[in-house]
């Protein structure tokens, strides 16, 4: 399983942009990348998923590189209750069952008004 | 979307005494579930991979003979902490994957969690 590293931490301010970046150098050609937000005291929950280029959807956009050895997530005018917890998880996609999730560390974003 | 459902949300045990924790998936069938368990300000650390109808698999490290996983069918796993001590205290998660989708590169769901307190 290909490990993730995110930073710790982030701060930001309502109403901007935030982009949070994974690494994982050693992914997979069949790796997906997908990223989940978790609040305190709650199960995570699903952002968004991505194999190359771009993905977009309603909440979030997900950019990978051509070498996909990173990947950034980006919230689009954050709001207070964007404050939670980011996993950047890679697994394999294609395997035809079911693959554990493995979490790494997580990038906690604060965000302030 | 489909619903991953835990119970209960919490519970507090006496030291000794064993604790059930259930997991379903709510509309959708699932032969394999997870469980995790995470301590404040930590990640989500893996415990093992419930398996319908067969014995569970166990991360390393983890006491098989502590916590036992039941997956009785393909909506239910359980989790039961025994002789649960005030080490065990922890917020415990599961997960699945709704096989409907043909099991790739789809979303996991997670439950609500269990915060577990033993005194």
């Known amino acids: 399983l290909a490990k993730t590293t995110q930073p710790i931490s982030m701060d930001s301010y309502e109403g901007q942009e935030v982009n949070i970046t994974c690494s994982h150098n050693?992914?997979?050609?069949?790796?997906?990348i997908t990223w989940y937000q978790q609040f305190p005291s709650q199960g995570p929950r699903f952002i968004i998923q991505g194999y190359k280029t771009k993905v977009t959807n309603e909440v979030a956009s997900l950019f990978i590189p051509a070498d996909r050895k990173s990947s950034t997530l980006s919230l689009p005018r954050v709001s207070l209750s964007d404050t939670a917890v980011y996993y950047c998880l890679v697994g394999d996609g294609f395997s035809g069952g079911y693959n554990k999730l493995i979490f790494g560390a997580g990038t906690r974003l604060a965000v302030h008004p | 979307g489909a619903v991953v459902s835990q119970h209960p949300s919490w519970v507090i045990c006496k030291s000794g005494t064993s604790v059930k924790i259930e997991c379903r998936s709510l509309d959708f069938q699932a032969t394999t579930m997870f469980w995790y368990r995470q301590f404040p300000k930590q990640s989500l650390m893996l415990m093992a991979t419930?398996?319908?109808?067969?014995?569970?698999?166990?991360e390393q490290g983890v006491e098989k003979d502590k916590f036992l996983i039941n997956h009785a069918s393909l909506t239910l796993s359980t989790l039961t902490v025994t002789s649960a001590h005030p080490e065990d205290s922890s917020f415990y998660i599961c997960?699945?994957?709704?096989?409907?989708?043909?099991?790739?590169?789809?979303?996991?769901?997670f439950g609500q969690g269990t915060r577990l307190t033993v005194v």
């Open positions: 050693n992914i997979a050609t069949n790796d997906y």
């Open positions: 419930s398996n319908e109808g067969s014995k569970a698999t166990y």
């Open positions: 997960s699945a994957r709704d096989l409907g989708q043909g099991g790739r590169n789809t979303e996991a769901f």
